[in-house]
């Protein structure tokens, strides 16, 4: 399903945080969108997930996003891997995996708290699921540990997990590698490439490993100041004058 | 994972628990039953308000106004019209006792629904101090609608009875076992079953889907929110949860005490709740459990004793009564606890310390078998 994102601009007092912000995520593709700090890559994330209220419009297919609540969002299928770790930090990863079906499942307080069959089904079904997106994302032996003990690299592949674990048409994912090592960076880039090729959904990336944004995306976005500077393949974006001027400071 | 044995012996432990407190009222006088049956109405509230404080991040203060709406709705729904003491005239509707506590206990969700567009919108410090609107509010209405609440002498609680057995009262007579089934151990077995159905519910609640939900919603509400959990509600679920988890204890304290007043129902009640809950270990059911037998049993066990050891001043005396030395005791076990718990930096005060212990006995008695054999 195509994302779209129309003039989209956001205000946080004087910042523009997005200033007529348009593109599109083909279905299925590696979408990238980088851009130096603050150039409203993260903002652009909370448009789409309805954290703020933003102007322009936002489509999922032919549903418009804009100015439905985080909540809808999610079960409409977007989900977003959080670039500041935000997992419940006391809890299991499957605990924190098994919050990602909370749009897929019902249980609610009365019938949870009278363990229906209904519910223990429901419980055990999505447990299986969850526990094997845990294998797919190299998080199996890890599944009864709390997040708070797990190193940084195993935590952003929890928050990534978690993502997946929404069974998203769109995986939005803030800085997925940001912080780890050599080889955890490469597994998360596998992770994605097998993420895309076995589940077909469509990844929005947003990275500032520059050689791992080049192998993977198959379209970039470059913001700047909350703007498109520049948008197209990656061989064309890398060539673009106006990229090379806000990551190098190079004038023309 | 738990081992399969490990699991038998849990269950073989809760099952010898569940026997003993069953078998209770052949074993304890009146006194002991009733500071039982206080205990596990305080277990149930305290249950409400570990989950919606520790679990969901919602402070409540307003604890006391909840269980006042589920003590005077039994007391007034329940109550027939006649003559209250200080020339008060009483009224209610003399509903059946069951329907009135059942009715009861919706009065307290609905006040919870009620007060949730606020709860839904505030958290943290800011929904605490505007949950103490509530307890004030409760107040004024408890000590001055004098027909439905007795003002400030308050109103005696009919018998709870289900089709003319009174599980709370001694008609009729039933003697099982030589031994005869007063009130008191009718009120025990039913606080007992209240009590454990309210801690089995709340597990299996916190466990499972909408627990999950709660706490990431405390401690990261973007992130639930962007998991599909509608915070609004979520907030207010837990607010109505809690408010009739406090109806029903309201409602046994009543039963237990006989007679509802409104000074019960102040300040220190929600404050005394709030001690519960943090020491026993924030979202912990099972620490709620033990903090509110803590609290809740001891004044009531040192002031009953505290003639018998004879340290304490008697009432009119100059010096520490018991009553005071109760409090300044247990308020310096509160610190203790909580002290504890925070240099651990972990949360859950009384089941760590009573982990460690169990943890720390093998070892006990590992040396005191060394000593025997020396
Ligand atoms: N909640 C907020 N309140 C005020 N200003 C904000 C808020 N969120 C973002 N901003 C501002 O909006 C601009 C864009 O921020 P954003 O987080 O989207 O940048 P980013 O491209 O994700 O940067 P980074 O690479 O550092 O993550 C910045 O100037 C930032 O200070
Ligand atoms: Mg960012």
Redesign the pocket.
Known sequence: MRLSLREVSLN??G?R?LDGVSFDVEPGSVHAVI??????????F?AVCGIYAVGGSIRLGDRELTGLPPHVVAGLGVARAF?NIALGGADTVLDNLMVARHHLTGAGFVSAGLGLRRVRREEHRHRLRVTEIAEFSGLADVLDTPVAELSYGDRKRVEFARALAMEPRVLLL??PVAGMTYHEKAATVALIRETREVLGVSVVL?E?DMPLVMGLADRITV?DF?RVIADGPPAHVREHPDVLRAYLGAHP | MSRPTSKVTRYAGTAAALLLLLAMPYYLDAFWLQVGAFVMAAIIGAIGLTVLVGSAGQLSLAHAFFLAVGAYGYAFLAGEPGAGSAGTTLSGPGLPTTVAALLAVALAGAAGLAFSPVAGRLHGLYLGVASLGLVFLGQHVLFNARPVTGGFNGRPIPELSVLGFELTGDEPDLVLLGVPFGARERLWYMALLCAVAAYVVAGRIVRGRPGRALRLMRQNPIAAASMGVPLRRYRAGAFVFSAMYAGVAGILIALTARRVVPDHFGLVLSVEYLAMVVIGGLGSVRGAAVGAAFITGTPLVLSHYGDAIGVFARPGEDGIDAATAVRLLYGAAIVAFVIGSAQKGRPHAITITMDRARRALPGVSRRRLQRQGR
């Open positions: 946080f007092g910042v945080a851009g130096p700090n603050g150039a409203g890559k993260s903002s652009c909370n670039q803030d800085e947003v500032h913001l909350g």
